[in-house]
């Protein structure tokens, strides 16, 4: 069983940044993939950034050129840098790791965005 302990998340005002932090109770170099997704009051859950092994990295049209994701894997940490937020980017985050047989989510945290 894998645990995904998350972090970062809060209350920040439009245009403001967060950085949210995922830490994986085993070797993050064992996953496929790492990420976020995100679900607000209402909506489905949708993805909005992951990053594979070997580096490469997949955003929701959304977030491009505002959003960074990254992954240490000797801290076994994935990363969501958050810029430029907007009202519209409050939900709950959810961390994942595609382990290639199962996928693992955190408890997720709760980002809201005031305007």
């Known amino acids: 069983q894998v645990q995904l302990a998350e972090s970062g998340g809060g209350l920040v005002q439009a245009g403001g940044s967060l950085r949210l932090s995922c830490t994986a109770s085993r070797s993050s170099s064992s996953f496929n993939a790492m990420g976020w997704h995100r679900q607000a009051p209402g909506k489905p859950r949708e993805l909005v950034a992951a990053i594979g092994s070997g580096g490469r990295t997949n955003y929701a049209d959304s977030v491009k050129g505002r959003f960074t994701i990254s992954r240490d894997n000797q801290k076994n940490t994935v990363y969501l840098q958050m810029n430029s937020l907007k009202p519209e980017d409050t939900a709950v985050y959810y961390c994942?790791?595609?382990?290639?047989?199962?996928?693992?989510w955190g408890q997720g945290t709760q980002v809201t965005v005031s305007s």
């Open positions: 994942f790791a595609d382990s290639y047989v199962l996928d693992y």
